[in-house]
């Protein structure tokens, strides 16, 4: 069973500091993706990362895949209070038969006040 | 461009009764997945299908759950006689191909209450 950690759980800051949250996995995963889910919202997707050491920027985010492919990173620059919201980390791998199943993260809730 | 449309979005249902939860992939997409979030937990896959066919059902329960995603018409998630741990949000989510690094986009969920 493939598990993914993240790091910390709970986050509560102050407009304009910055942030990181980390997701960690002792498998392998051949892509991984972050979702932003509001309450009473599905997850909404930022961005997927496939390429070991792959960097993505989405405005003021951040997105970083391990080297080795079992590990990633969310950065916030200057985080605002509309980025408050529950950060999910989700990894898929390569299975036979095909498919994309995802293993969720165990969520970070961000709360950021002015 | 529709995203993934599910219904309803509220269900309440009493104990022994059945549950019906509909979704509707997003224009183009032919792969459906379907997740659990119980309360106070993370998402919890269930079951992956293409059209006409269950690719991956190694998350679903054994018994009272069924999916099916038919040629024609929406996927839909059916739980039979539901007990009060079936309560939960159950989202569905949609990808163009089948491919490990193809992105998912979730729907809003339907949250399923147990009286």
């Known amino acids: 069973t493939q598990l993914l950690e993240q790091s910390p759980q709970f986050l509560s800051i102050q407009e304009g500091e910055n942030l990181t949250v980390y997701c960690n996995s002792s498998?392998?995963?051949?892509?991984l993706q972050w979702y932003r889910q509001e309450p009473g919202e599905g997850p909404v997707l930022l961005v997927t990362?496939?390429?070991?050491?792959e960097v993505k920027k989405l405005k003021r985010l951040t997105f970083q895949f391990g080297d080795a492919r079992k590990d990633s990173s969310l950065h916030i620059t200057a985080a605002q209070t509309g980025d408050t919201g529950l950060y999910l980390c989700?990894?898929?791998?390569?299975?036979?038969?095909?498919?994309?199943?995802?293993?969720f993260g165990t969520g970070t809730q961000l709360k950021v006040e002015l | 461009n529709a995203g993934v449309m599910q219904n309803p979005r509220h269900l309440v249902r009493r104990r022994g009764q059945e549950a019906r939860l509909r979704c509707s992939p997003m224009?183009?997409?032919?792969?459906v997945y379907w997740y659990r979030q119980l309360p106070e937990e993370g998402l919890k896959f269930m079951v992956y299908?293409?059209?006409?066919?269950?690719?991956?059902e190694s998350g679903m329960p054994k018994e009272r759950f069924s999916a099916e995603f038919p040629k024609e018409g929406p996927s839909i998630l059916r739980i039979q006689q539901v007990v009060r741990g079936d309560s939960a949000a159950y989202f569905c989510?949609?990808?163009?191909?089948?491919?490990?690094?193809?992105?998912?986009?979730f729907g809003d969920g339907t949250r399923l209450s147990i009286l």
């Open positions: 989510a949609s990808s163009r191909t089948g491919n490990s690094n193809q992105p998912q986009h």
């Open positions: 990362v496939v390429t070991g050491g």
């Open positions: 299908l293409q059209k006409e066919n269950i690719i991956d």
């Open positions: 498998s392998v995963f051949s892509s």
């Open positions: 224009k183009g997409h032919s792969h």
């Open positions: 989700a990894g898929s791998y390569i299975q036979t038969g095909g498919g994309n199943k995802l293993t």
